[in-house]
């Protein structure tokens, strides 16, 4: 089992940028998918974006493509999430998860472990 814990949320204004962060323990991620999905109040959990062990294969929800930007460094055990051009619809509690079995991506199901999550409000 892998301990996640997400970090770096925090409230901004429409237009600012974050960058979140999954620092993983007792476990190497090395070898392992990983994923951010985020839980709006009143909403069900969405798939936001997913990466590959090697990091060279990624894929994006389409409410993030092009302002969202993951990434990973398998020697810290640790995933970012660069969170740029943000908007209020982005408010939500970001979750970070690893993928031990093969399966679709944006299925939370198929993810093994969960952080506890990390809340980002865009207001004004």
């Known amino acids: 089992q892998v301990q996640l814990v997400e970090s770096g949320g925090g409230l901004v204004q429409p237009g600012d940028s974050l960058r979140l962060s999954c620092a993983a323990s007792?476990?190497?991620?090395?070898?392992?998918?990983m994923g951010w999905f985020r839980q709006a109040p009143g909403k069900d959990r969405e798939f936001v974006v997913a990466i590959s062990w090697t990091g060279s294969i990624t894929d994006y929800a389409d409410s993030v493509k092009g302002r969202f930007t993951i990434s990973r460094d398998n020697a810290k055990n640790t995933m970012y999430l660069q969170m740029n051009s943000l908007k209020p619809e982005d408010t939500a509690v970001y979750y970070c998860?690893?993928?031990?079995?093969?399966?679709?991506?944006?299925?939370?199901?198929?993810?093994?472990?969960w952080g506890q999550g990390t809340q980002v409000t865009v207001s004004s």
């Open positions: 998860a690893v993928k031990v079995k093969r399966g679709p991506w944006r299925s939370s199901s198929e993810y093994d472990d």
């Open positions: 007792g476990r190497t991620i090395s070898g392992y998918s």
